[in-house]
């Protein structure tokens, strides 16, 4: 009974001090799996958006370039970034079109 006590509080304190860490910014791999709804390894346009969004978040100066433009032009600049890097032409990026 000892031994299931003193479990529970190792558990419990260990719990509370994971909860009390902030939490650390995401890197590039992570914004691409967050952003990778459907698991495909590859990310369509609306998932780059997505993916450029968590960067710029991040504090990425060129993600934040790409989402500073106004409307009409940031979904045109995005548009030609998204091209641009989709060099086999499928319509989506993979990690190696990102450079990762």
């Known amino acids: 009974m000892k031994n299931i006590l003193t479990l529970t509080i190792l558990s419990t304190s ?3 001090s994971a909860c009390a860490h ?10 691409f799996v967050r952003a990778d709804i459907d698991g495909s390894q590859k990310l369509n346009l609306g998932e780059y958006k997505a993916y450029l969004q968590a ?9 934040q370039e790409a989402l500073s ?6 979904e ?5 970034k ?7 032409r499928d319509t ?9």
């Open 82 to 88: 998204f091209q641009s890097l989709d060099t086999n």
């Open 22 to 31: 902030e939490e650390r910014p995401d890197t590039r791999a992570q914004s």
């Open 14 to 16: 260990l719990l509370l």
């Open 69 to 74: 433009h106004d409307q009409q032009n940031r």
């Open 92 to 100: 989506f990026v993979g990690r190696e079109e990102l450079d990762f």
């Open 76 to 80: 045109k600049a995005i548009l030609l």
């Open 55 to 63: 960067q710029s978040d991040m504090g990425e100066r060129r993600a």
